[in-house]
């Protein structure tokens, strides 16, 4: 890939986006919303990758999945009025279609272009699939670590924002009580990335948001995120129990064991 190619690229998803543009006001804050989420994600991996010391076209690889991870968002918003996949569609699949759609990526090489298809279509699963090759896992390690450093800011403006300048889609729309789940307070004791499917209050969303961390590939991904002390904006806006502190500590010894390491990943 070249950098007239990029160039290409991120003018084309400037025009794409902006035929979503609306005039209704609800509809336009949630459409800006991942207009912006994707500017910062395409930052983000550019950082992480530089920072990993990789070559020079793995990293405008991944600055074009990191432009389109999130293309199919702005269909589903329209289409269903939320960001919920579970409630609507799977945005990374329908994203991946958009792409050979579109043929936007036909400028590329044949393999380029299933390297990016690939990321896109699998950067939002669980886990990332065993059976995939070495070079789109390495692109989805990217992706997904870029995702969930600009989903923490996205969170965290969104909690700390008057309710009548917050974008109604990004709610998750749980009761915002005092209330939170042992099996999320557990899975950060234990090092593991909490489900979605055991949400019960808002705080339990906030606990899981947490738990992210264990699934950062790269030192320089849990870098950004100290450096921009994410972790702490979220542990402060729960109820400060003597278990919310402990998984906390835990949570930030892992953060210092990581960047304190010689590996890059």
Not at 71 to 90: C, E, M
Not at 126 to 149: E, H
Not at 196 to 202: F, G, L, V
Request: with cysteine; proline share 2%.
């Amino acid at each position: 890939m070249t950098q007239d190619d990029l160039i290409y690229l991120k003018s084309w998803f400037a025009d794409y986006t902006k035929a979503y543009y609306s005039a209704d006001a609800e509809d336009q804050k949630n459409i800006l919303l991942k207009v912006e989420h994707t500017d910062n994600v395409c930052r983000n991996i550019v950082a992480i990758a530089e920072g990993s010391s990789l070559a020079g076209n793995q990293i405008k690889l991944a600055e074009a999945v990191a432009l389109f991870h999130d293309v199919g968002r702005f269909r589903q918003y329209t289409r269903y009025k939320t960001f919920r996949d579970a409630i609507s569609l799977n945005h990374g699949l329908l994203g991946s279609k958009i792409l050979i759609e579109e043929k936007v990526l036909q400028r590329l090489p044949v393999d380029e272009q299933q390297l990016i298809i690939q990321s896109v279509k699998f950067h939002n699963a669980f886990a990332i699939p065993a059976t995939l090759d070495s070079d789109v896992v390495l692109l989805l390690k990217l992706i997904r670590d870029a995702d969930k450093v600009d989903i923490f800011r996205v969170f965290i403006e969104y909690y700390e924002s008057p309710v009548e300048k917050r974008a109604s889609a990004t709610a998750f729309r749980m009761p915002d009580t005092p209330e939170y789940s042992e099996v999320m307070l557990s899975c950060i004791m234990n090092k593991h990335v909490a489900s979605y499917s055991n949400i019960r209050t808002e705080n339990d969303f906030k606990l899981m948001k947490l738990s992210w961390v264990y699934d950062m590939h790269f030192k320089e991904s849990v870098r950004l995120v100290q450096e921009r002390n994410y972790l702490d904006s979220i542990i402060n806006k729960l109820p400060q129990t003597e278990d919310i502190l402990a998984a906390a500590e835990v949570l930030r010894e892992y953060i210092s064991q990581r960047l304190n390491s010689d590996e890059k990943k």
